[in-house]
């Protein structure tokens, strides 16, 4: 073998000694590899919590922010068509959806976003459906529009859309960004 080769085999080879401090202690280990992207959001606690007094009951429940997925079933769900006769064929078409709605979005909205303060977990699931239906409209709609403030699904929320959408629009009305031809 000749000595090129040799010492190409022992540098392959080599083990890279650990780091020293000048006082010949050990240094600290290398920080990890920056993380990427994808794990920097995916380590983000995004879910905003706030805790809000419900003067009707006496009592204070903490609402969070709907992750996406809540949030585009919520959207699904109060976007299906409710005919007025599979609300209550008794009722005015326009009532009927009413109801059907409030019982949709508001009531999904309490079971999906309110926690207990004090122990964090879910205060309703499904089955309170009904329970919740039988509840103080105005309380129900405090804990729903908390919800919806905080998922940025509020009139705040839709006024600042519009405010975006408005001024990205062009003044002569178009709303194509390409030249005209």
Known sequence: ??????EAVVESEAIEPEPFNDDDTPAPPLPP????LRDRIAAVDDIEKRVIHVDKWGIDVEVRSMDANTRALMIAN???VVRADDADPTASSIAAQAVTLYERIYVDLVIACTYDPETGE???DEADKEMLMTKAADAVEQIAQAAMDISGLGAKAVDEAAKDFSSATPSDGSTSSSPAS
């Open 33 to 36: 590899p920056a993380l990427s």
């Open 78 to 80: 109060a976007s299906t």
């Open 122 to 124: 879910r205060a309703f």
């Open 1 to 6: 073998m000749s000595e090129a080769t040799v």
